[in-house]
């Protein structure tokens, strides 16, 4: 059984940074294409970064050049990270196996003065 947990939310202020952790576990991580996806209070979920088994990367235009997305398949790991946070990036962010279609927990993430 797959399962994923995200950690490293938390409060923050405008233009600070935070890195969200993904830990797979249940399936050989290195084959799945990952994704890291957001939900804003009142607003539809949304995709913010994939990175697929071979390393390549996709990140949604309002964060290009703020967050970076990337993998340690030797930890199981796939990590999101953000800079130069804005209040608008205000969301439970979530990991997910985009092979298995299966979704971790959420981790909140405040950005706020």
């Known amino acids: 059984q797959v399962q994923l947990v995200e950690s490293g939310g938390g409060l923050v202020q405008p233009g600070g940074s935070l890195r969200l952790s993904c830990a797979a576990s249940?399936?050989?991580?290195?084959?799945?294409?990952m994704g890291w996806h957001r939900q804003a209070p009142g607003k539809q979920r949304e995709l913010v970064a994939t990175?697929?088994?071979?390393?390549?990367?996709y990140v949604l235009d309002s964060v290009k050049g703020r967050f970076a997305i990337s993998r340690d398949n030797a930890e199981n790991t796939v990590y999101l990270r953000m800079n130069n946070l804005k209040p608008e990036d205000t969301a439970v962010y979530y990991c997910?196996?985009?092979?298995?279609?299966?979704w971790g927990q959420g981790t909140q993430v405040t950005v706020s003065s």
């Open positions: 997910r196996d985009g092979d298995l279609g299966v």
């Open positions: 249940g399936r050989i991580f290195s084959n799945s294409a």
């Open positions: 990175i697929t088994s071979g390393g390549s990367t």
